[in-house]
């Protein structure tokens, strides 16, 4: 594992564990050796996890459309922040220089951006892990509810399975580092149900 793409808040949230689990999880980078990549603000989580991956001597790549850097909110500390046109092109070069994604608390940015990479990870255009660091059981209702999509017939749990969930950073890590993608299809046959 190279580099990992994190998507988190631009808010720090309400509860001081999430800032001090993305500060937590930036250092746990760092000291493995990897790099991030996230989206290039200063502010929230994400600037929390950016800051400590800083601090402790690691790689930080901030990607930011130029409407943010416009709104003063972007990392002028990176030594490798780009700048882009839009979210899209934000999203694509993201993921294109990740090895893997991991979604820290965060909101509807936060859950779009991971919806997207493992939604191409289950059809097999990108054969990267995807997962939630769940912080304080912050993800405990949506997986849940991604339960609930597999036994509704949505969902392989296969495909419920290629998303890693921890609540523990070491633990994260171990179990994206040894992710090998599934070999099946996503679509669910009439031999299925």
């Known amino acids: ?103 820290l608390p965060g909101g509807i940015g936060t859950f779009e951006e991971l919806f997207e990479v493992w939604t191409w990870a289950q059809l097999g255009d990108i054969l990267k892990p995807c997962a939630l660091y769940n912080v304080a059981g912050f993800y405990d209702g949506l997986t849940a509810f991604l339960d609930s999509v597999v036994d509704k017939g949505f969902m392989k749990p296969l495909h419920r399975d290629m998303l890693i969930v921890a609540d523990q950073a070491p633990a994260l890590l171990d179990r994206l580092c040894a992710y090998r993608p599934p070999a099946q299809s996503k679509w669910i046959t009439a031999s299925e149900r």
């Open 1 to 103: 594992m190279q580099r990992i793409c994190v998507f988190c808040g631009s808010s720090p949230g309400y509860d001081p564990r999430f800032m001090a689990a993305a500060t937590a999880f930036g250092e746990a980078l760092a000291r493995n050796g990897i790099g991030l990549v996230y989206g290039g603000a200063s502010v929230g989580l994400m600037g929390a996890v950016a800051d400590a991956v800083m601090a402790k001597g690691g790689d930080v790549t901030g990607v930011i459309p130029q409407a943010l850097v416009d709104k003063e909110v972007a990392h002028h500390g990176l030594k490798d922040l780009r700048i882009v046109g839009s979210m899209h092109e934000r999203k694509a070069l993201m993921a294109d220089l990740a090895d893997g994604f991991v979604a």
